[in-house]
Nanobody, 123 residues
């Protein structure tokens, strides 16, 4: 069955960096677009970034554009989110999402979700 296991969440200071990873298994990772989404305490889901199955194109929400970078290593079945210049408003539970289909946006119809990894930005 599909498994998505996120890691890399931590406490980071404002202006700091973190790199999230998502280890995928149970499906042919290289054939699916993937996204990252997040949910802050007491708030709704926010889609963050998306990437084509072959990594040829990416898309970002305005709130993270220029600070976050989504990437993937299809040989390792792993999705990444490099987060730089972190802000307190980036504090959230971050989810790795397998898309049913991907049209190039930073959001997609979700097929499967990971359990999430917590990112907290505070001094």
């Amino acid at each position: 069955q599909v498994q998505l296991v996120e890691s890399g969440g931590d406490l980071a200071p404002p202006g700091g960096s973190l790199r999230l990873s998502c280890a995928a298994s149970g499906f042919t990772f290289s054939t699916y677009g993937m996204t990252w989404a997040r949910q802050a305490p007491g708030k709704g889901l926010e889609w963050v970034a998306g990437i084509y199955s072959d990594g040829s194109g990416t898309s970002y929400a305005d709130s993270v554009k220029g600070r976050f970078t989504i990437s993937r290593d299809n040989a390792k079945n792993t999705l990444y989110l490099q987060m730089n210049s972190l802000k307190p408003e980036d504090t959230a539970l971050y989810f790795c999402v397998k898309c049913m289909y991907f049209s190039g946006s930073y959001y997609c119809p979700a097929d499967s979700w990971g359990q999430g990894t917590q990112v907290t930005v505070a001094s």
